[in-house]
């Protein structure tokens, strides 16, 4: 049986951040990760929208985005002189009614405290922002002015993937099927058959997350939820608009730029929650998104679906934000899962936090203690108001 010191279920940004900082971070002992899909085809990862924020209402999260924040502005440096994921910075526009200000305010105070870069804009401050707008029913709007904005999520993957191979880590194009553990994770075995020993597993399975943990018997709250992503043409839509932020209306329908075209999404509310499985549903767009949108941005009534597709979030249904740390009875098996919305910006950090664990025992860079499973079992929920 092949061994390896690092055994990384999924390849994904979070799999390949865990292996990527560990080396970066001095760990020199042998580094798997094991991807069932090498084009990562139906990942999280390729089919992200890339925003990165830092409107959050939990610190650890402001704090997550912030690391992805300085590898994306460091780019050149880390990864070389050519590496480019047209990182836009044009900031995230959240609406919000009367009755969500002090939730906007209270927001944007922890933002302000931690170096965000969070304006809160009035109705009429709105409207001479934004002329091409119409904000009947908006209170207030919170902008980060700089800091937030997206990239190219598989660009960024790419970068950190390949500095991972760089540095002596293996890539194995295979399924984790099973995990052999007693008091320890020991080994685990693949689809194409055999079984690699394994010192430490790390779970960065994405939206199978929870299969992967119960695996050795752990009930992690993480599966796939689906999401829409519809991207339209509209002609005669302004430049201003074009160039300016990521749209986020009160009721959960939000849009952005993206080249010539827009890029529509929805959060489902409870009772809407779709199957996770790979059908698109086109009727949201007309019903929802589209109303939605033409009421906020006049021009928007001649809008016009091109494309659009399928993904799946890695959705932690307990409480909406990451599960980063050790197994509370199986000291070296590792979770970086249910990023749910905010994984591709929060990987590079969940990585690195992974890394700092299994080389130090301990967080060095990000104490991220309250993201542990350990709040699952005790059913205290961290819950993240800002979820997209
Ligand atoms: C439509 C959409 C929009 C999004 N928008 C944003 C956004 O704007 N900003 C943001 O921060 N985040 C966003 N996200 C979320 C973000 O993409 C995810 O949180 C993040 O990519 C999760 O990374 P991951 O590495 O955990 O998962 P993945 O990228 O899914 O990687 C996990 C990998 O594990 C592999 N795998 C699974 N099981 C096994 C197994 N048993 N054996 C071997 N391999 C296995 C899978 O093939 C997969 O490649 C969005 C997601 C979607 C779907």
Redesign the pocket.
């Known amino acids: 049986m092949t061994n390896y010191d690092v055994v990384i279920?999924?390849?994904?940004?979070?799999?390949?951040s865990t292996a990527y900082f560990l080396r970066k971070n001095g760990f020199k002992g042998s580094i798997a990760v094991?991807?069932?899909?090498p084009t990562?085809a139906?990942?999280?990862?390729?089919?992200?929208?890339?925003?990165?924020r830092k409107q959050f209402s939990n610190a650890e999260n402001v704090h997550l985005?912030t690391f992805g924040l300085n590898l994306i502005r460091n780019l050149k440096s880390e990864f070389g002189p050519e590496s480019d994921i047209s990182f836009r910075e044009t900031g995230y526009l959240v609406l919000a009614s009367e009755a969500s200000v002090s939730v906007l305010e209270e927001n944007a105070k922890l933002q302000n405290s931690l170096g965000a870069d969070t304006v809160l804009l009035s109705q009429s401050e709105l409207t001479a922002k934004y002329p091409y707008a119409q904000f009947e029913g908006i209170a207030m709007g919170s902008l980060g002015r700089t800091g937030e904005g997206?990239f190219d999520?598989y660009g960024l993957?790419t970068l950190i993937r390949k500095g991972a191979i760089a540095k002596n880590v293996t890539y194995l194009a295979?399924?984790?099927?099973a995990i052999d553990a007693g008091r320890e994770a020991k080994s685990v075995t693949l689809?194409a058959g055999g079984k690699i020993g394994a010192g430490v597993v790390v779970n960065?399975?994405?939206?199978?997350?929870g299969?992967?943990a119960a695996m050795v018997g752990f009930d992690l709250p993480v599966s796939a939820a689906k999401?829409?992503?519809y991207i339209v043409d509209c002609p005669k839509a302004p430049e201003e608009f074009r160039k300016g932020p990521a749209w986020f209306n009160t009721d959960g329908v939000y849009w952005r730029p993206e080249g010539r075209n827009f890029l529509f999404?929805f959060t489902p509310g409870e009772d809407e929650e779709p199957k996770p499985d790979w059908e698109m549903e086109h009727h949201w767009f007309e019903e929802r998104l589209w109303p939605s949108a033409a009421e906020r941005i006049p021009v928007f009534e001649e809008a016009k679906v091109v494309s659009s597709y399928v993904?799946?979030?890695?959705y932690n249904w307990f409480d909406q934000n990451g599960i980063i740390g050790r197994h509370p009875s199986l000291p070296n098996f590792y979770f970086?899962?249910g990023?749910?919305?905010?994984?591709?910006?929060?990987?590079p950090a969940t990585g690195n936090a992974i890394s700092e664990l299994i080389i130090h025992g301990e967080y060095k860079t990000i104490d991220l203690k309250r993201l542990g499973v350990e709040r699952i079992a005790a059913n205290q929920p961290l819950f993240e108001k800002n979820i997209?």
Do not use: M
């Open positions: 279920v999924g390849g994904g940004i979070v799999g390949s094991i991807e069932k899909d990562y139906k990942a999280c990862t390729p089919l992200s929208w890339g925003g990165i985005s997206w999520p993957l295979d399924e984790v099927v689809q960065a399975g994405g939206a199978s997350g299969a992967i999401r829409y992503v999404g993904g799946h979030y890695d970086g899962n990023f749910s919305g905010h994984g591709i910006q929060q990987g997209f």
